[in-house]
């Protein structure tokens, strides 16, 4: 048995003691799936091994991040053969400016829900920046918690020949880590912004020393981000272990994206090297407009296919002891809610009406759908 395969082990023992929780009127319920790792799935567990055995077979390796449980699941099921739980989630998850806002707690807490959800793909985790800076003690510890309480199986960082000890280190101690040379969008600001790297001469032989030093050091692959196609190739050829491109070109053994570009949800800058292979982005426009404009229109929820019944019987035992015996309600009456702008004109005059109850109740709730001020806010992008 391989150390990461030792690693594997207790963490798909977890999985499949996932206890499963029936409940028919719950709001969200739990998924009526097997646990993620159910032997029913007919896709086995990626392992190093596996990954050197599709370099060697140029199969091309697949790899997505992921952020949380329904991600996770995704990435399982079709199957990817890395997930990547990329500290890109501060931008694209918690609204961050740039990555290097993200602390080591918060990807931890990331990195537990992905790996709730992950079956056969090899989980790596970023480890943040900061992390590894102060030294490499420091680095090892970071490391271990993300193994450890994380739950993930590897880590990346993010480093040439700097980070070698590192690597050595966290190896040493049975953590297993993907390198990462190329543009690094931690060090954005040191490298003037987010640009393609190793166009010079100079600058390619950097980069394939780097490589060269990071996989002497034990990673088990490298990924290479923005730099020119033949260098991609160049220094592919020129490694034993796999590399991942990013804007690398298809030289590489494999390729990386972000979920968020890779659907096509990000709203923000689209760099060269993505490719959008969906237009959820628009599914949901769509869906959250085809809602509003639903519940602000009465035909959600249907009384019939989505909502429940009571017994007349017990209904009207209900209104006797309530001292209500003619209350009559349909769905009807929704139309003559008077809307705020009624209510204030009217009080305005000093000429109240006696409006029904549960209108009543909902033009003094300041989180009822029938204000003024949060109608606006459902029209504001």
């Not at 990435?75 to 400016?97: E, F, R």
Request: with cysteine; net charge neutral; proline share 7%.
């Amino acid at each position: 048995m391989t150390l990461i395969d030792t690693m594997i082990s207790p963490f798909s023992r977890r999985l499949s003691c996932t206890p499963m929780i029936s409940g028919r009127h719950m709001s969200v319920r739990p998924a009526k799936h097997p646990p993620p790792s159910s032997s029913s799935t007919s896709h086995k567990k990626t392992t190093i091994a596996n990954l050197l055995a599709l370099r060697a077979s140029k199969t091309p390796i697949t790899v997505l991040t992921a952020y949380d449980y329904p991600t996770a699941l995704a990435c399982s099921a079709h199957p990817v053969d890395i997930t990547l739980v990329g500290d890109s989630l501060a931008q694209v998850c918690l609204g961050y400016p740039s990555t290097t806002r993200l602390t080591l707690d918060e990807m931890l807490h990331h990195c537990r829900a992905v790996a709730r959800g992950t079956s056969s793909p090899l989980l790596v985790a970023d480890m943040p920046f900061g992390t590894y800076a102060a030294g490499i003690s420091d680095g090892v510890k970071a490391g271990v918690r993300l193994v450890q309480e994380g739950h993930v199986e590897s880590v990346k960082l993010e480093g040439g020949e700097e980070v070698v000890e590192h690597v050595r280190a966290l190896t040493k101690m049975g953590v297993p880590v993907m390198g990462h040379i190329g543009l690094l969008p931690q060090r954005h600001v040191s490298l003037s912004g987010y640009r393609v790297q190793g166009r010079t001469a100079d600058a390619a032989i950097k980069l394939l020393r780097a490589a060269r030093a990071l996989e002497d050091a034990g990673a088990f692959s490298i990924v290479l981000e923005a730099m020119p196609n033949l260098l991609g190739a160049y220094i592919t050829e020129n490694l034993r272990v796999p590399t991942i491109g990013i804007g690398a070109g298809l030289g590489t053994n494999g390729q990386v994206l972000v979920w968020d570009d890779m659907i096509g949800t990000w709203s923000g800058h689209k760099p060269r090297f993505v490719r959008h292979f969906a237009d959820v982005r628009k599914e949901v426009a769509r869906g959250v407009a085809g809602y509003v404009n639903a519940v602000k229109d009465g035909t959600f929820p249907d009384p019939d296919r989505e909502g429940y019944d009571m017994d007349h019987g017990e209904w009207e035992k209900f209104l006797v002891a309530e001292e209500t015996p003619g209350w009559t309600w349909s769905p009807t009456t929704l139309s003559n809610i008077p809307t705020q702008e009624t209510i204030s004109t009217e009080q305005k005059h000093q000429q109240p009406t006696q409006a029904h109850p549960l209108s009543t109740m909902q033009s003094h709730d300041p989180t009822s759908p029938h204000t003024s001020e949060v109608r606006e806010n459902f029209a504001t992008p």
